[in-house]
């Protein structure tokens, strides 16, 4: 589709059409596409918030230079539930079959590289290891190395020590296997929605321990209801209603709560939202559309290495600088993606292709 820029000269009007590659529009179908890559560029951004409300643990004053950290990291994982319940919902409908096979393709690989990451940073520096001022590591033990490798950590076990973020995949873990029963009843969903909302509120009136350290499943029971919206309202999209419930609801949950909470936490949640509810009204600009999918595919490793990442740095010398940290992690977790990740999806997509005479692609 040409573009045409009434009042501006011929000669930029060249310029725009030699660069279609940056300024092209597409059909609505294209839309769609430039649409996942949004939820993809906000992937990053709340990764990028849950890593800078962690890196307050190494570089001291942090806090008053990156006002990033206060969009609550908090809010930021809930984010994260939300965009991971709506994407589970749409990748489930249009394609059921394969779909724990495709789950498992898309988190384990990485997952696994990342604990064993953790793991070892200790034994690289041995009694040399240097904690940072706003956190003491432990090197973690095998049994919760191996407990953390099956996801137990937040039921039976703790999340490893070196890597504490990882509680947060027993939930997407746990949702990820009871989406088949969510997807047939839809009844069955609302009421674990309903149940986990409640249970939510009520979460600030009771004893219990920051998320990350409950055991037996009840961080699920607590936050599962952030994976639950975005996981229903992709069913009742068209819906006028569900277009104002999604960030209502959300909104309302998140401030009744009010726990581990920072100052900005609502341009967080209104970012989330507005990127779900009117991201695919924005036409496809197929240059941004490459960077905010690239954005997407780092979000993930980002998310998993920063803290060790972080712990790393500290250790070879970066005390003080506190852009380089983030720069040192967004490298590490796009060296993860290129050259581990899709590398390792592709030879295990190519054995099972082998063994099954199934083209890749079709598994």
């Given at each position: 589709m040409e573009i045409k820029i009434s009042g501006f000269s011929k000669g930029f009007q060249r310029f725009i059409r030699d660069k279609k590659w940056l300024l092209k529009t597409e059909n609505m179908q294209a839309r769609q596409s430039m649409y996942w890559d949004l939820l993809g560029g906000m992937r990053f951004f709340l990764a990028m918030i849950v890593a800078v409300s962690h890196l307050t643990w190494y570089v001291e004053g942090y806090r008053r230079v990156f006002i990033i950290e206060k969009l609550s990291g908090m809010v930021a994982v809930i984010g994260f539930l939300v965009i991971s319940g709506y994407s589970i919902a749409a990748s489930y409908e249009q394609r059921p079959t394969g779909y724990y096979f495709r789950r498992v393709l898309r988190i384990v690989p990485l997952y696994w590289v990342s604990i064993t990451i953790s793991a070892l940073i200790p034994l690289l520096f041995g009694d040399h290891l240097l904690d940072p001022p706003g956190t003491i590591f432990k090197t973690p033990t095998i049994i919760e190395w191996m407990s953390n490798v099956v996801f137990l950590q937040g039921i039976t076990s703790s999340y490893i020590n070196t890597n504490p973020i990882v509680w947060t995949l027993t939930i997407e873990v746990l949702l990820y296997l009871l989406t088949p029963l969510f997807a047939r009843s839809k009844n069955v969903a609302l009421l674990a929605f309903f149940i986990s909302a409640l249970s939510y509120?009520?979460?600030?009136?009771?004893?219990?321990?920051?998320?990350?350290?409950?055991k037996f499943g009840l961080a699920t029971l607590f936050l599962g209801w952030a994976w639950?919206?975005?996981?229903?309202?992709?069913?009742?999209?068209?819906?006028i209603f569900s277009k104002v419930a999604l960030p209502v609801i959300g909104f309302l949950l998140i401030f009744c709560n009010g726990k581990w909470i920072t100052s900005y936490w609502m341009v967080t949640w209104a970012m989330t939202c507005i990127v779900i509810l009117w991201g695919n009204t924005i036409p496809r600009l197929t240059f941004i559309a490459k960077v905010l999918k690239t954005l997407g595919d780092v979000s993930y490793p980002l998310y998993l290495i920063h803290i060790p990442g972080f712990l790393l740095f500290y250790n070879l010398g970066g005390k003080d600088a506190a852009i380089y940290y983030l720069l040192f992690v967004v490298f590490i977790a796009l060296i993860l993606d290129v050259y581990v990740d899709k590398p390792l999806k592709v030879y295990i997509r190519k054995v099972l292709a082998n063994l099954s005479n199934l083209k890749p692609n079709d598994i």
């Open positions: 509120l009520y979460y600030p009136h009771t004893q219990l321990s920051y998320y990350s350290k409950l639950l919206l975005g996981f229903l309202f992709y069913y009742y999209r068209s819906i």
